[in-house]
């Protein structure tokens, strides 16, 4: 087919698919040959207004209606995000409603699709092609100017990639290259090959008689491998597979865009927020073997270890652009009647935090040593023994789904990865209290002085300690008895302060930005607030267990609602999952309730 014709060679009529299309019907929405003009007509059930196809204007294409085949919609409610026509408003449905013509929905729609567009195609697509790029390489100081200049000149050619390094101006200057993950496939098959040499010269020197340590150990260096391997294997796979959501959500847009079709415009839900979420990075610690002098009497002690393999993940040392706000976002409303979903009985008799693990699972624990995961059926998943045999006092679960629970006896800050405990902090001179994960993978973690008299919020990533929180811009503590603590949307960190009958909301720097505390007349008992969470409205959730409610703030303090329903009884420990479902857990009955309030 001759490429100058194609598209004309595609314009065919659309009654009969046949014959090259000449006339359009501007009601009816459709393209005709000669042959079916007559045809089109003879239905006189609608009105017609058939043009030469060259002399068709722009009409929208407005949808039929589903309830009346008839008529087209040429209107649309607000409140029921729905297009209309003019027997859906005769019928009183939509009585009271806000009503916009169709197309200046579809203006103020095309605009949103338009922007979207943009920023998937200039902004966000890019950066997910440059991470497919990867990680980084050094030429150093010792290789020979010319031999540097060289390879960089031909890694540059064949890697159209970004230079991550300064001029290069002296025979000494260093030169960093960004490569894609199968260059740290390659030095990983390098490092590992030398590790399984060392470990077999060593083997060597011991003779047969330590022949079983040997393998044993070139086992463990395997299984590092495969898991290193698999680590790399599923980053780059997550990325590649959201690149190609990036690139379709492009397709899709584009298609809505050319159909100026109100159906498909207003059906649009929009990925942006998502896409400009990226994926954290895989940071690799290399194990490494350390051989020591043959002691006979000391075989296993002496041979040598290997060190772990520590695969964490960071976030990316960039982060791109909001977009700045082209319209209001939909917000979730909230119910007047909040609605009990479930109840899961733990048979505890006294149940204290919870926190979810996905949608379908939940960490509890009550008045022993064990850490139980439940399923929203009440069947026990998993059960881990805390380490020292203490009862935990408080649970979180990192964006990775480990475990974190606290340990007050041993004043430990524990992690649980593998159903193998890890002790994370250790604290001196004082007590932790409360725990949360943020969306840095930082903890955050309540304390109390050891004569209890100071409390504080302290930022930790891994076992160092990052930020202090305690005293206000006048040198005022910040707490009088901390207790649950969470992170908010915006990055605000929210404490429930019982000692202080408030909840205490600072800024990510520290700074204080408001205290909430519930009036005499707005409760029965006094405000003690426990449990606190928020949710993807960045509303504030605290358990206020003296008067059996859970009361619901704004991102700025301001009292939305309480749920004082669904039979509340001492309520403790919250959650939310990422559906904005609400799980609290009932101190003395043992029980967990799911609670749909959005």
Request: hydrophobic share 30%; proline share 4%.
């Amino acid at each position: 087919m001759d490429p100058r014709y194609s598209a004309q060679e595609h314009l065919l009529c659309d009654l009969c698919q046949k014959a090259a299309l000449q006339s359009h019907c501007e009601l009816c929405q459709i393209n005709l040959c000669k042959a079916c003009v007559g045809e089109h007509l003879s239905d006189s059930s609608k009105r017609h207004n058939v043009v030469p196809y060259r002399h068709r204007t722009s009409t929208p294409n407005y949808p039929k209606c589903p309830n009346h085949t008839q008529k087209h919609c040429e209107l649309y409610c607000e409140k029921c995000d729905i297009p209309v026509c003019s027997n859906c408003l005769s019928s009183g449905k939509h009585k009271g409603h806000d009503l916009l013509d169709a197309l200046q929905k579809l203006s103020s729609k095309t605009k949103d699709l338009e922007n979207d567009l943009e920023e998937l195609e200039e902004k966000i697509y890019p950066k997910y092609k440059e991470m497919t790029l990867g990680h980084s390489f050094y030429i150093f100081r010792d290789v020979p100017f010319e031999r540097s200049f060289k390879l960089f000149l031909f890694l540059f050619c064949h890697h159209p990639m970004d230079i991550l390094a300064e001029k290069i101006r002296k025979p000494k200057d260093k030169i960093t290259l960004a490569l894609d993950l199968n260059s740290e496939k390659v030095n990983l098959e390098k490092h590992y090959k030398k590790l399984t040499t060392a470990v077999t010269k060593q083997g060597e020197d011991w003779h047969r008689d330590i022949n079983i340590i040997v393998n044993k150990q070139k086992s463990e260096i395997d299984e590092m491998k495969s898991e290193h391997l698999a680590a790399l294997n599923k980053q780059e796979k997550e990325i590649k597979q959201i690149t190609s959501d990036v690139k379709q959500s492009i397709v899709d847009l584009k298609k809505i865009l050319d159909s100026n079709d109100v159906s498909l415009t207003s059906a649009y839900k929009p990925r942006n927020a998502q896409f400009r979420r990226l994926p954290p990075r895989a940071n690799t610690s290399l194990p490494s073997f350390h051989p020591h002098q043959i002691n006979r009497a000391m075989l296993h002690q002496m041979f040598g270890s290997l060190s772990a393999l520590s695969i964490t993940t960071e976030e990316q040392g960039y982060k791109m652009e909001e977009p700045k706000a082209i319209s209001t976002p939909k917000v979730k409303p909230i119910l007047d009647e909040p609605e009990l979903i479930t109840t899961i009985d733990t048979m505890y008799d006294k149940l204290c935090s919870v926190t979810c693990l996905n949608d379908g699972e939940i960490w509890t624990f009550g008045n022993d040593e064990f850490l139980k995961l439940y399923n929203l059926h009440g069947k026990i998943l998993k059960s881990i023994q805390t380490k020292s045999g203490n009862r935990p006092w408080d649970i979180a679960v990192t964006r990775s789904g480990d475990l974190v629970y606290i340990d007050q006896d041993t004043r430990t800050v524990n992690i649980v990865k593998n159903e193998q405990i890890q002790e994370v902090i250790r604290l001196q001179g004082w007590i932790p209290y409360y725990v949360c994960s943020t969306s840095s993978d930082d903890l955050l973690v309540t304390m109390t002085s050891t004569d209890y008299k100071k409390s504080k919020v302290v930022r930790y990533s891994g076992s160092t300690r990052k930020q202090t929180i305690q005293f206000d811009s006048e040198g005022t503590p910040l707490y009088l008895s901390c207790s649950y603590i969470t992170e908010n949307r915006n990055l605000d960190i929210c404490v429930a302060d019982y000692g202080a009958s408030a909840v205490v909301v600072v800024n990510q720097a520290g700074t204080l930005r408001f205290r909430y505390t519930a009036t005499p007349s707005t409760t029965k008992g006094s405000f003690i607030p426990y449990g606190i969470t928020t949710d993807s409205q960045s509303q504030i959730l605290t358990a206020d267990c003296h008067n059996n409610c859970i009361h619901i703030l704004d991102q700025n303090g301001q009292l939305l609602r309480y749920i004082n329903n669904c039979d509340l009884q001492d309520p403790m420990g919250l959650c939310v999952d990422t559906r904005d479902n609400l799980f609290v857990t009932e101190f003395n009955s043992g029980k967990v309730k799911k609670i749909k309030y959005m």
